[in-house]
């Protein structure tokens, strides 16, 4: 199948919702029946094709419904190859995103939905033993996710991309060690975002999600602590 036909300066782009319907199908449901050349031209073409239009800010401004399928699309590639088939998805992503704001901008939205499909929408459609590869996997490289994370709110003045990168900051804050909070500066960040009007409401979201889960830590600390006082005395 010879998916070049999508051509991104074809006049019939916006139209071609239903073959990119057909391939989302073909990799849920197919892609193990697939030849390996054939899954790859088809991995690479939309890799390639994202970064094409995402490259430019014009492009992606105005062909945003259609490249968001494509990271959907892209995805669903990640949850059938990643990591055993593409183990330097994470480092191509964020060293790629360090080349252009508005390539950081949509990988942000593409990590965003990764930790969405894995954590929260991933049940009846993989194995738990996928799962739990791909949650261990996320897990083992969040650190260069985090650190792109923190190079965006700290270096960038564009606010697209701030927004872009604190929700996908949230989408990972609920599931992330709490060292990677506490031993940068995360939640100093945060607190200078929070008074300005444009990111006020995604800050707070990772603010409370933080706050959420300290004290998630800490009630499970005092549990454990209890649980040994009470060890101890029966011992006694």
């Known amino acids: 199948m010879h998916w070049q036909i999508l051509d991104v300066n074809s006049r019939l782009l916006p139209q071609l919702g239903s073959l990119l319907q057909i391939l989302e199908s073909v990799i849920k449901f197919r892609w193990g029946a697939l030849p390996e050349e054939q899954r790859q031209g088809i991995k690479n073409y939309i890799s390639n094709l994202i970064i094409k239009l995402s490259s430019d800010d014009q492009t992606f401004r105005r062909q945003k419904v259609f490249l968001n399928k494509l990271n959907v699309i892209l995805v669903q590639v990640l949850k059938q190859d990643w990591p055993h088939k593409w183990p330097t998805f994470v480092t191509d992503i964020v060293g790629a995103s360090k080349t252009s704001e508005t390539l950081c901008e949509n990988s942000m939205h593409i990590l965003k939905l990764l930790s969405e499909e894995v954590f929260d929408f991933s049940r009846g459609e993989m194995t738990q033993a996928k799962i739990k590869d791909l949650k261990n996997s996320l897990n083992s490289e969040f650190k260069l996710i985090h650190e ?38 995360l939640v100093e960040v945060l607190l200078k975002l929070f008074p300005q009007p444009a990111f006020r409401n995604l800050a707070l979201q990772c603010l409370t999600e933080v706050s959420y889960d300290l004290c998630c830590c800490f009630d499970l600390h005092c549990v454990q602590s209890a649980q040994t006082c009470r060890v101890m005395q029966t011992g006694q």
């Open 148 to 185: 792109l994370c923190l190079f965006v709110l700290n270096a960038s003045q564009k606010p697209d991309l701030i927004r872009a990168t604190l929700g996908t900051l949230y989408a990972f804050l609920s599931w992330v060690p709490l060292g990677y909070v506490f031993e940068s500066n």
